[in-house]
T-cell receptor, first 116, second 109 residues
Framework: EPEVTQTPSHQVTQMGQEVILRCVPI?????FYWYRQILGQKVEFLVS????????KSEIFDDQFSVERPDGSNFTLKIRSTKLEDSAMYFC??????????????FGEGSRLTVL | QKEVEQNSGPLSVPEGAIASLNCTYS??????FFWYRQYSGKSPELIMS????GDKEDGRFTAQLNKASQYVSLLIRDSQPSDSATYLC?????????FGAGTRLTVKP
């Protein structure tokens, strides 16, 4: 069964360092998402991406964050200068070409980021 | 602000009972509604989706949607210990999907 894959599964970094989290969405999917979940808290929407541009972003997704689809398969989340409060599990998700409001999101297993 | 509210629980039911999970949302323009299950340390996995008012049944699960009341619920019949998890309500408006904080369900043998 096709799945969303994320790397790394766990990354430890020093405050102020740049981090790139990588995702390979399901191959025929067109919509891509990043979410984060701070330990013990809710899953929070960060950004959605379609047709090579951001389509929606939340108030969390500030100038420290950026997303990119550098080739036909990868979808990355970059955090420019990490802060302690960026420590969380980051989930990538993708959705197929079903247009509009239907269609489920398929989630990857997550990348745990620990900022020291 | 697009809010999705859930009772955080914990909700505890005996094995074989019906578990009832509730969710309200603030954005009247919301178009689709989902229930996800999340085990500790794992990613969310989809249980049910519902798009129109009324009930939708899938095995032991029934989702109910009332757009006028901005309310969506999930019933789990014949609850099993393996149903013990956090249940996340998710609401989509346009191209973002927002989650509630989740309700932790424990099914006791």
């Amino acid at each position: 069964e096709p799945e969303v894959t994320q790397t790394p599964s766990h990354q430890v970094t020093q405050m102020g360092q740049e981090v790139i989290l990588r995702c390979v969405p399901i191959s025929n999917h067109l919509y891509f998402y990043w979410y984060r979940q701070i330990l013990g808290q809710k899953v929070e929407f960060l950004v959605s991406f379609y047709n090579n541009e951001i389509s929606e972003k939340s108030e969390i997704f500030d100038d420290q964050f950026s997303v990119e689809r550098p080739d036909g398969s990868n979808f990355t989340l970059k955090i420019r200068s990490t802060k302690l409060e960026d420590s969380a599990m980051y989930f990538c998700a993708s959705k197929d070409r079903t247009s509009g409001y239907t269609g489920e999101l398929f989630f990857g297993e997550g990348s745990r980021l620990t900022v020291l | 602000q697009k809010e999705v509210e859930q009772n955080s629980g914990p909700l505890s039911v005996p094995e074989g009972a019906i578990a009832s999970l509730n969710c309200t949302y603030s954005d009247r323009g919301s178009q689709s509604f989902f229930w996800y299950r999340q085990y500790s340390g794992k990613s969310p996995e989809l249980i049910m989706s519902i798009y129109s008012n009324g009930d939708k049944e899938d095995g032991r699960f029934t989702a109910q949607l009332n757009k006028a009341s901005q309310y969506v619920s999930l019933l789990i019949r014949d609850s099993q210990p393996s149903d013990s998890a956090t249940y996340l309500c998710a609401v989509r408006s346009n191209n973002d999907m927002r989650f509630g904080a989740g309700t932790r369900l424990t099914v006791k043998p």
